[in-house]
């Protein structure tokens, strides 16, 4: 099992990005989605989840309204698409899998079996 994050780069304020998630080894429809950031001297935190199935989605509050988190079941690829960026969204972004068919606490990073490498978003002022 592989994500391969990518999309990432320098971007300016008010700007838009789209990351990308791919995978392999697994079928991604079959799979929660999620996206979590990481910036310098913090911890790693929630962005967004999709879930298997119905695909509903969720968001943190600090991008909802900006941030879409969706997902190409015949590329086996998600996506996250950042709108209207600030420098407080400048961070390592990474995307992860689960299998599991139950609920669980999406907004965990713990909860996730499978994780890409990370994509280094910078948001300049």
């Not at 592989?2 to 791919?22: I, P």
């Not at 990481?38 to 967004?48: N, T």
């Amino acid at each position: 099992v592989q994500l391969q994050a990518s999309g990432g780069g320098l971007v300016q304020a008010g700007g838009s990005l789209r990351l990308s998630c791919a995978a392999s080894g697994l079928r991604f429809r079959d799979y929660h989605m999620g996206w979590f950031r990481q910036a310098p001297g913090k911890e790693r935190e929630f962005v967004a989840a999709l879930k298997r199935g119905a695909g509903t989605t969720y968001y943190a509050d600090s991008v909802k309204g900006r941030f879409t988190i969706s997902r190409d079941n015949a590329k086996n690829t998600g996506y996250l698409q950042m709108s209207s960026v600030e420098p407080e969204d400048t961070a390592v972004y990474y995307c992860a899998a689960e299998p599991r068919p139950y609920y669980f606490d999406y907004t965990q990073d713990t909860s996730y079996a499978y994780w890409g490498q990370g994509t280094q978003v910078t948001v300049s002022s």
